[in-house]
């Protein structure tokens, strides 16, 4: 979910308000001030976010069905999302960090632990249970959305982590490699981690997360990725994710038109092309 | 509002994270770890916020006579609060780097117009428009309520302040005249450069804001508020701000026991010991 504001060529806020900062000449460090500008459009917009729910669930809800008690119920898987995102967001910021103790053998299972509640609950299973919940759907349909959203989102995220990487930047908006210059610790690096030889592990070290990586470091650490099969590991989570996702749907109460949107989903949010 | 957790001597979240971070030899830079789990624990205590509010109400409003009408009008005031709190920090990081084009006459202005939008609205008037509005109160007390709360709210701000130079590090739990290491724009300093002499002012340009402040250098800056009557006026705002607090209760419709217990507020919120 981070690409998409880049994707359309648009500078991250704090960016955009340290470059007002330094452009009016004003006083202290523009990087600061963009850091406390974007922070408050942060909390602004996570405050609007609560907003819009609860009004428009106070407006519209009555007319739609939605009685005191689902509102509530509905509420709290709203309130536990975002619980689960902070918390899913700092296991990040912990693991590129402190690595969590885990050996280099842990790694991958930590990178998709980190994946799991950082992403695949915010992004798909979380939404479908406040909607299923508001509208009153029965157990197994929540169980069902739980088991699609999180293997989409894992598959959403591992394909993302993936054009990252190796992503064209005519359509991700962003440099190539761009993921690897940030040193991110996707499930796809920490893959490449645990296979590849003692070269492309040196590789990896020395060049992941150097801000000015050129083109032929990119092009050589793809190789190793590549190589190693971490590519071909990732693409097998994703379609196993894929699978996973469309079996879950297969014997749940799903009506349409809603298990033909949640089908064409699977397809759109994991395809090659972004 | 800033000062509480200091002032039981705990440090500020960010830098008990970048401690943290360097005592265990993470990777990374701490200070950027400490900025990052601050940023997510402010982030989670927004949510919980709403949380607690929107929770309590569904829970608890109905047994205290709060009907759905009522809860949506108290909702909208909480959602009214939060996003002028967010508006009036920024004015106040926006008035910090580029004093928005005011001379140094309006330098007061500026100081205690976000005083009022940062300060007074979030810190006393909303939390009492949100709880009058929830218990149905007449336009009257309503009004009474906000008048009492943008006085007390700014006389309370300017107290603080007032403490932050001249405050007693046993009390405030803070060294003596850490607002003048910080550079805080407050009203008492903009009142210093509207009327300070020429010396007086040279000193405020090169002393304000240096980490390294030493004693004397935060007596003789004392020294120049004092005498140029930048604490004196100040002082003044204090009272004059006391005494609307008191008047706009005098004539409004405000019932026992919280006409007592916000008369008691004032008395509390503005003492000049913390």
């Given amino acids: 979910m981070d690409r998409s504001a880049t994707r359309r060529g648009l500078p991250a806020m704090h960016r955009a308000f340290a470059v007002r900062h330094a452009r009016s ?5 523009p990087d600061q001030f963009g850091a406390a500008a974007a922070i408050l459009a942060g909390d602004l917009c996570l405050s609007w976010c609560d907003e819009l729910f609860s009004s428009s669930l106070a407006e519209f809800g009555p007319s739609a069905g939605i009685d005191a008690e689902r509102a509530r119920a509905g509420t709290a898987v709203f309130d536990l999302m975002r619980t689960q995102l902070m918390a899913g ?3 990040d910021v912990l693991a590129q960090s402190a690595g969590l103790g885990a050996d280099d053998d842990g790694q991958v299972d930590l990178a998709r632990r980190v994946i799991r509640w950082k992403s695949a609950k915010y992004t798909v299973e979380h939404p479908l249970l406040i909607g299923g919940t508001l509208a009153g759907a029965e157990p197994e349909v929540l169980e069902a959305y739980s088991a699609y959203g999180l293997a989409l989102g894992e ?9 990252g ?4 930047p005519a359509e991700t908006g962003k440099p190539a490699g761009d993921d690897l210059r940030e040193g991110k610790r996707t499930v796809l690096v920490a893959l490449a ?8 592990r040196q590789l990896l070290e020395s060049a992941l997360g150097s801000p000015d990586l050129r083109e032929d470091d990119v092009l050589a650490l793809r190789e ?5 099969g971490a590519l071909a590991e990732t693409e097998r989570l994703i379609d196993a994710g894929v699978r ?5 749907l ?3 109460p799903v009506a349409e038109p809603a298990r033909t949107a949640l089908l064409d989903l699977v397809a759109t949010a994991t395809a090659r092309r972004s």
């Avoid at 000449?25 to 460090?29: E, F, M, Q, Y």
């Avoid at 959403?156 to 993936?162: A, H, I, N, P, S």
């Avoid at 990487?165 to 064209?168: K, L, M, R, S």
């Fill in 244 to 248: 996973a996702a469309e079996e879950s």
């Fill in 224 to 228: 190793v990725l590549v190589r190693c």
């Fill in 155 to 163: 598959a959403f995220q591992l394909r993302d982590d993936v054009l």
């Fill in 89 to 91: 967001q700092y296991l």
């Fill in 193 to 200: 981690r645990e296979r590849a030889d003692e070269a492309g």
């Fill in 165 to 168: 990487v190796f992503g064209d």
């Fill in 250 to 252: 297969a014997s749940a």
């Fill in 25 to 29: 000449r004003w006083a202290g460090d």
